[in-house]
């Protein structure tokens, strides 16, 4: 366990200074939620998955998941965002994954496949915090 948790340690440190140099550097003039965000979210057959969402000023992100204690690579996306002010939601572009997330304080709430929502116990585990 010690083990995973380094090594996913060391995976988020060397995803954090990989995103700056990909985000080009930060700008003055930024949104209030554009940045670096992390979380566990839950998964069926694992402990968790790790998410690493990267949101920058000219509308684009990355975004990876780690599964944890599962021998799978990094899965990685990257596209444009759009954000929309009324409802304060964040929608990716792409069809492989989920493309809707709330803006919170300091922090990313992943929607449904539909854009509401989860329902579940689990739901206040869809949260992603500002790094």
Do not use: H
Not at 108 to 116: A, R
């Amino acid at each position: 366990m010690k083990k995973t948790i380094l090594m996913l340690t060391v995976l988020m440190v060397l995803m954090v200074i990989s995103s700056v140099v990909w985000a080009g550097g930060n700008k003055e003039k930024q949104d209030d939620f554009t940045g670096i965000y992390v979380g566990v979210i839950p998964a069926a057959d694992c402990p968790g998955i790790v998410v690493l969402a990267i949101l920058n000023a000219e509308g684009k992100y990355k975004v990876t998941y780690q599964y944890i204690d599962r021998d799978v690579a990094v899965l990685t996306f990257t596209g444009a965002f759009a954000y929309d002010g009324n409802t304060k939601t964040i929608t990716l572009d792409g069809n492989n994954l989920p493309p809707y997330y709330r803006v919170g304080k300091q922090s990313l709430i992943q929607l449904d496949m539909e854009g509401k929502e989860i329902k579940s116990n689990f739901s206040k585990m869809y949260k992603l915090r500002k790094v």
